[in-house]
């Protein structure tokens, strides 16, 4: 168990009942109530020396080999910018999203150095398809719906259907072609049996009182409406009548990426190894030390080289998807006792899952929607030439080793394919053409994203943990943090339900639709 008053400490400041903790000083200390000590502040920079080093271990190497071109450790010449405003960790499609709304939004044009550090060596200009082989982004299914238990989602994906019903006015790139995501708009199709019938009932409630358009269906209007399904088991079913579908995940990013360079942001290829941060130590009555800290440079290794560049900045986002929970060990957060704010991790985890690609010339066709079961398989239409692709999240004792991407298709085979020709007997005669898999960030405490500033560290915001739901709630996610960095606060949705301290409560944002 924390401790109590530590806890209600920290909280209050951060949900703006008093000033950040970082910012006291001796005349507010009374209003926390608990007289505190500072010590002197503590800077260590490990990298500090690196460059002299290596230049010095260059010129010894080059004098034992006179007259040669040969250099032992190459100079990666697209360094990142020495300083910068907002440093993003992670290009996926939330950190190009977060960059784009940062230069949209800053006060006035070339206001604020933004630079998004990604380690995929991939990345290109012009950009090419195989650009981000193993980014979540681009692995996901691309799915778009407002069919959430929780207002904060449906509110997010209410804002994403529009940015994306509007994504030429908002990422047109002067001189380049249309931005075109591919949307479908099939929907979503959710099928409940009895015993959670009553839930889909309340979600749909909810979602229409947000202003989501979703029509209920008893089993004989489903028939009717869809006569290729097997409604056995199902006793109700919720349909989204629009904003919902699919679209090209690598469309959507690449667009975010080429507008918010082409407004200023610095992109750099590397891998964020360390944070230097200063250091503020505060000492209660009773003995307990509380750390404050502010990252002050990221440290980033060079691609295919010993190189290190260092970037001083101002703010940091950690939008490094399935791996941000490095990023934040990389601050000092989790990494203080158990029973203690500064020991409370960012649960966010990699969890590999498999989505197959199958033809079945006398499947549903343009009818098809994207079917989630009541078992949780699921499957959608995959062009026009009779393709369909699928899956189902594995249970907790099934979950797939993470060390790399490879698929099983004994898992189609024995849990898949069952449970989707049992429901669209179609399917009972099919051909698995190809299939991948991608990394979830999957937040182990509840399933929903980690979104807004870390109480300890004062200048690290979270932009993760989404499992599943990034792509789609990413233009909201993007403004979302930008107005977080610029105003201070949210003005567009609150998403404060999303927010560390949550973590530090104990209190799950609980998300009844999970897929």
Known sequence: MLRRQSVRLFLSATRGEGPHPAALHSPTLTELRRPLRTSAPRRYDPFRD??????????????????????????????????????????????????????????????????????????????????????????????IRQQYSMPENIQMSLFSANFLRLIDEYLHVVGQPPVDIQFNPSGYLFLASDEKAAVLEENVQVQRKEGAKVSLLSPAQLKKKYPWMNTDGVALASCGLENEGWFDPWSLLNAFRSKAISMGVYQSC?????????????????????????????????????????????????????????????AGIGTGPPDSVSGVKLPVEPKKRYVYVWHCPDGPGLACPILIDTTGAYCRREGLGGNYLGGISPTEEEEPDIQDLAVDHEFFQEKVWPKLAHRVPC?????????????????????????????????????????????????????????????????????????????????????????
């Not at 190497?61 to 007259?67: L, M, N, T, V, Y």
């Not at 993003?88 to 206001?111: F, Q, T």
């Open 50 to 143: 690196l460059p002299k080093e290596l230049d010095k271990f260059r010129k010894k190497a080059k004098e034992a080999f006179p007259g040669s071109d040969w250099s032992p450790l190459p100079v990666w010449r697209e360094l990142p910018p020495e300083q910068a405003d907002v440093v993003i960790v992670g290009g996926g499609v939330i950190g190009w999203s977060v960059a784009y709304w940062l230069k949209r939004n800053e006060p006035r044009s070339g206001a604020i150095r933004v630079v998004v550090v990604e380690r995929d060596l991939s990345v290109s200009d012009p950009p090419r398809l195989e650009m981000y082989p193993k980014a979540s982004t681009v692995l996901s299914v691309g799915g």
């Open 427 to 515: 399917f009972e005669s099919l051909k698995v053409k190809s299939s991948w898999a991608g990394y979830y960030d999957y937040n182990t405490f509840d399933q929903n994203a980690v979104i807004g500033l870390h109480p300890l560290v004062e200048n690290l915001y979270f932009a993760t943990g989404f499992s599943g739901h990034g792509l789609q709630q990413s233009p909201a996610v993007g403004q979302a943090i930008a107005e977080l960095i610029l105003d201070g606060k949210y003005k567009t949705i609150n998403l404060e339900a999303f927010s560390f301290n949550r973590l530090i409560k104990g209190e799950k944002a609980l998300e009844r639709n999970i897929i």
């Open 270 to 330: 590397g891998e964020v190894t360390s944070f230097t941060s200063d250091a503020k130590a505060m000492v209660t009555d009773d003995g307990e030390y509380i750390n404050y800290s502010r990252i002050m440079n990221v440290n980033v290794q060079m691609p295919n080289s010993t190189e290190y560049a260092t970037i001083q900045c101002s703010l940091v986002v950690n939008a490094a998807g399935a791996w941000s929970s490095r990023v934040a060990e990389m």
